[in-house]
């Protein structure tokens, strides 16, 4: 990789400016947070998955010589806090009430002096539970006899949330019925976690004084938490602070509000003083965000020589306890709409069915771009199914079937607007770098030796970027960024953004976008964010929204500064506006480059005594509010390339390359770092991650000895490459990629396993593609695996 | 953060002192070695011990050696170093194979040889890798020092033959013209085994003179599988009869089905392994005496 020596004025190459805290160890996470005084919380968790609440006897607890508070759901009643709501127009318990409804579900919390102290006194907690039938798996949430989990809400009869459909039914149906070639394939996106190496937790402190909240909390999101907690809580917004300092990865596990924030905001108003509740590692992975869990039915239609004619699938979706799907409100089934992938077919439909089950609540986290992951791979395997059926080379069906770059703008079937796209150039790309031709005479040779190698193909189209606020918002907020740019009159400045990293890098690409605008250099602009007090509103990070979104508004503030220097240069030169032209860094008459101001000299001058045309203020402050036209479509040609060891059913993943179109590229080197990341973590889902339940409803994936993340030691060296098709309607042409990898590998690397299987006639097989599940899908007995292998 | 309950703590300086520790403290106090598998169960609460006696700073146990032509490992060698030890390497290069494969090289640089045996866990490597070998544990108590063989070391799983008043000092292995080999199929870099098999071969021409198998995380009484090591003795070291070997120790192994996999697919790794960690042991053997 090249490595900048010195800082870019714009777009390129440079070290990430954060970094240089981060590796010397002095980043401040909410952990690192401590104040006077502070105690700290515990959460009782329930052992079972779904249980009715006889009692709760606190008394133990509360004689605990270090114990200051014992807070339960019935106390949380009483201040109309024992429920809360979710980013999808449910409600959660904030501690449970009524009944228990998943394993590890928050019952009691517990506020003490130390953190020690605060964990031994959960075992003085005394609960009475009498245990239910849990429903277990989403596949039986529907039947006539299963418990119905969300007896809390009247009238309820049934574990159903929502259905919801997409696409032509009857012009899809048609299409079908006339079909030379139809491919059908159930597959399971199972439950997965984002596992962010820095669990959730938060700092609260309430001033009994000036009655204002400050609360420190791991989230992407602050300015959406402080809205719910002025709406959750009751308490004036402009009463409450929300600092999001230094993140250790989100991935989109930190965009909801969970119970132990609500909790210490309590503990603290309760005490009188901060309180400081940090979840451990199982608390992370049994009770926040998990993602995916879709049930898949997918359909294609085809001619006879592979022209894909339609798409048409069913989705049962788990979504847990409790609705929390984190999405915009027209969207209960987030983006998936998108399923018709990268390809120029006739028609497409798509229903989905949202249940109830005694699992976690949440969804719709972990790098997804809203749903868009099971979209891709769905679309992926069912491409790589009819390959299989017409034995047709897989990169060839898709070559013949992507979408022409004269076809851009394109409206798909399901009614989304790709912006711009050369497909074709990229999947090529592709299978030059991979000498795909080469690999394939390899693998026939490796076969005919009865050896097991696949090349998996998979080409995504991602939908990046939300969103237009007239179609969407989070609980009636629409999905527009503000930015706000200082100047100070040495010319130095100060962005503030509303959108908050968690290791993307935002310090310093931000500096970046605004160095290529103004020509200020990117160490001479500090990017503030994560504080509610300090910056504009926003929706904040997810969905690979940032670049999108709040990278557009960083480009437009810019923009306004320029043109206010233009005003400013025009009186310090005596000339009028129209006869000034900008070159980066600076304003020039035209015809006379000689004659020129500096960005600046132009900062110190607004700062000055300089008399400025009538009705022109001074300074080159600017703020703005971006609302995005449309979404970002970034897409990409993933190719995998497996050994699989017949007999023990091991994967070795040999190769990967990637290449991506993300339009512009701000900072490559970043860009390249995102991807490599989202690699990793497609691996993983691909090969080792899953949450699966056993009957009673245990969690089966409760630490990092059961739920596996990938290592250096599973990755290949990843081989990237890239095309470039601006955005035409972002101002700097540039598309999100937070997700792209995440996105695009599961189906390259399942593809690459199934096709290393296909002598042994396996068409498919669920993930994670662990060694016994490879072994046991080539003999013919694949077992599921959500659930308890037996 | 996961934090464990309230316990004492005490520094041992040597073994006597560990044991008189041991005596004082009583049945509900631990010993701690690399703590790589007391401290996260005590963390999540699944032990909570009343006492902790650290044995880090007995340097008595960290050594590596050879001493009446046995291989001797103290208890406290950690994996890292056991994995550089050209000394083991040499004479059971199945030592260097296992230690490859577990966990990884945060957890080999502070986790010990006797820690894992004493953990006892049904899926630890090295169980497997010194049953094959026939190693034997010296375990020390008050009176003086007694020798058990690694396989009848395991009372179960998480049981070991050591007493309450007692420390695992060491295992030894007795050297001999031999050649081993250690196979592990896991989900992942670090990962407990999903099956493992160590073989240990010696040879008299081409006849099997003496025969070693491990086998761990399959349900293999005490990690070994008798019924193969008997049918390989005297007979040829071939493939055929390696994947025999194979299938008979599968035969006698009870492998319990978990999200590692169902029974039936680790009673197959347990014959497959078998039979490449034989191979694989062969191929060394020949590989030793063509260069002699």
Redesign the interface.
């Known amino acids: 990789m090249t490595t900048t020596e010195e800082t870019p004025m714009g777009f390129g190459r440079m070290h990430r400016k954060e970094d240089v805290r981060f590796v010397r160890g002095h980043g401040n996470y909410v952990d690192d947070v401590t104040l006077p005084g502070m105690l700290h919380g515990a959460v009782l968790r329930s052992p079972y998955a779904h249980a009715k609440i006889l009692s709760i006897d606190t008394s133990a607890a509360e004689a605990h010589p270090k114990v200051r508070a014992v807070i339960t759901g019935e106390a949380l009643a009483g201040l109309n806090l024992a429920w809360m709501p979710t980013l999808s127009n449910d409600v959660q318990a904030v501690l449970a009430t009524d009944k228990v409804r998943f394993q590890g579900q928050e019952v009691a919390f517990v506020v003490a002096e130390d953190r020690y102290s605060a964990r031994d006194a959960l075992e003085l907690i005394d609960v009475d539970y009498e245990p239910l039938a849990p429903v277990v798996d989403a596949r039986k949430a529907l039947d006539p006899d299963a418990p119905v989990i969300r007896d809390d809400v009247e009238g309820r009869t049934d574990n159903h949330i929502f259905d919801w459909e997409t696409g032509d039914k009857a012009r899809t149906d048609e299409v079908f019925a006339n079909a030379e070639v139809v491919a059908t394939q159930d597959m399971l996106y199972p439950r997965v976690h984002p596992a962010p190496l820095e669990t959730c937790g938060s700092v609260a402190d309430m001033d009994p004084i000036t009655g204002k909240l400050t609360i420190w909390t791991t989230t992407q999101a602050p300015h959406a938490h402080r809205t719910l907690y002025a709406l959750v809580a009751g308490l004036p917004e402009h009463k409450i602070r929300v600092i999001s300092p230094d993140i250790g990865g989100g991935f989109g596990n930190k965009v909801g509000i969970y119970p132990g924030y609500v909790c210490s905001v309590v503990g603290s108003i309760l005490t009188g003083k901060p309180v400081k509740w940090v979840e451990d590692r199982s608390e992370n992975l049994m009770s926040t965000s998990f993602a995916r869990d879709y049930h898949m039915h997918g359909e294609i239609a085809s001619t006879k020589d592979g022209k894909i004619q339609a798409i048409r699938v069913k989705v049962l979706a788990d979504h847990g306890a409790f609705n929390g799907t984190a999405q915009p409100t027209k969207y209960p089934a987030g983006f998936f709409g998108v399923f018709t992938g990268s390809y120029d077919i006739e028609a497409a439909h798509a229903e989905v069915t949202g249940v109830y089950t005694n699992k976690a609540p949440g969804g719709v986290a972990y790098a997804c771009s809203f749903r868009i992951t099971e979209a891709v791979y769905l679309v992926e395997r069912m491409v790589d199914v009819l390959a299989y059926d017409l034995d047709m080379d897989p990169a060839e069906l898709r070559m013949k079937n992507l979408l022409k770059p004269d076809q851009f703008p394109y409206q798909s079937k399901t009614g989304w607007e790709y912006d711009s796209g050369d497909y074709p150039r990229t999947l090529r790309m592709a299978l030059d770098l991979v000498h795909y031709d080469e690999l394939r005479a390899e693998q026939a040779k490796r076969r005919d030796a009865g050896e097991l190698m696949g090349i998996g193909v998979a080409f995504f189209t991602e939908a990046v970027g939300a969103g237009p606020r007239k179609h969407m918002d989070i609980l009636g907020l629409g999905m527009a960024d503000g930015a706000e740019l200082r100047v100070h009159p040495t010319g130095k400045a100060v962005l503030r953004l509303s959108v908050q990293t968690q290791g993307q890098g935002h310090e310093t690409t931000f500096a970046q976008i605004v160095a290529e605008e103004l020509g200020i250099s990117p160490d001479d602009i500090d990017v503030v964010h994560g504080d509610t007090d300090q910056t504009p509103f926003g929706l904040g990070t997810y969905g690979s929204r940032s670049t999108p979104v709040s990278g557009a508004a960083t480009a437009v503030v810019a923009r306004k500064v320029r043109e206010r220097a233009k005003i400013v240069a025009s009186a310090m030169l005596e000339v009028s506006p129209d006869d000034l032209e900008w070159e980066k860094g600076r304003w020039f008459v035209k015809g006379d480059p000689a004659a020129g101001k500096s960005i600046q000299d132009i900062a110190m001058a607004a700062h000055s005594g300089l008399e400025l045309p009538e009705g022109v203020e001074g300074h080159l402050d600017a703020t703005c509010v971006y609302n995005p036209p449309n979404l970002t479509y970034p897409f990409g040609a993933y190719i995998c390339v497996v050994d699989v060891d017949a007999e023990t059913g091991q994967v070795k993943v040999r190769d990967f390359v990637a290449v991506d179109d993300c339009g512009v590229r701000i900072n490559p080197m970043i860009v390249e770092g995102q991807v490599h990341g989202g690699l990793a973590d497609g691996l993983g889902m691909a090969l080792m991650q899953v949450m699966a339940f056993d009957e009673d409803g245990n969690h089966l994936g409760g630490s990092f000895m059961d739920y596996l993340l990938p290592t250096s030691m599973e990755c290949p060296s990843w081989r990237l490459g890239e095309t470039v098709t601006p955005s035409p309607h972002h101002p700097i042409g540039a598309k999100g990629v937070g997700e792209s990898a995440t996105v695009g590998s599961p189906a390259a690397v399942v593809n690459a396993v199934l096709d290393a299987l296909k002598p042994r006639g396996v068409r498919h097989a669920d993930m994670p593609l662990t060694p016994a599940a490879v072994w046991c899908a080539a003999q013919g007995h694949p077992f599921r695996t959500d659930l308890a292998i037996t | 953060?996961?934090?464990p309950?309230?316990f004492q703590y005490e520094k041992a300086t040597s073994v006597a002192h560990a044991l008189s520790l041991l005596g004082k403290y009583g049945p509900e106090s631990r010993i701690v070695a690399g703590g790589h598998s007391l401290i996260p169960m005590m963390?999540?609460?699944l032990a909570q011990p009343q006492a902790l006696i650290d044995i880090n700073e007995i340097t008595e146990l960290n050594k590596i050696s050879v001493e009446e032509h046995m291989l001797y490992i103290g208890a406290m060698v950690r994996h890292a170093e056991l994995l550089a030890s050209a000394l083991a390497g040499e004479h059971f290069p199945i030592f260097h194979d296992a230690e490859k494969l577990i966990a990884?090289p945060v957890v080999r640089n502070r986790g010990t040889v006797g820690g894992s045996l004493c953990q006892a866990d049904p899926s630890e490597d090295l169980s497997a890798a010194f049953a094959a070998v026939r190693g034997e544990a010296v375990i020390e108590y008050g009176e003086g020092r007694r020798i058990v063989p690694i396989r009848e070391f395991f009372a179960g799983p998480y049981e070991t033959a050591v007493g309450d008043a007692e420390l695992l000092v060491g295992v030894r292995v007795p050297i001999r013209s031999s050649a081993s080999a250690y196979q592990k199929?896991e989900?992942?870099?670090?990962?407990?085994a999903?099956a493992a098999a160590g073989a240990e071969l010696r040879l008299e021409g081409d006849t099997v003179a003496e025969a070693g198998i491990g086998l761990t995380a399959v349900g293999a009484t005490n990690f070994h599988a008798p019924e193969a090591e008997e049918f390989l003795v005297g007979g040829p070291a071939t493939a055929e009869r390696f994947a025999r070997a194979g299938e008979i120790a599968a035969e006698h192994c009870e492998p319990v089905?978990?999200?590692?996999?169902?029974a039936d697919?680790k009673r197959?790794?347990a014959a497959?392994?078998t039979a490449r960690a034989l191979g694989a042991a062969l191929s060394r053997w020949h590989g030793r005496h063509q260069e002699a």
Do not use: E
Not at chain 2, 187 to 192: E, I, L, N, V, Y
Not at chain 2, 257 to 262: F, I, V
């Open positions: 953060m996961q934090v309950a309230q963390k999540l609460r990884d199929v989900r992942r870099a670090g990962d407990w999903v089905a978990d999200q590692r996999g169902p697919y197959h790794l497959t392994l």
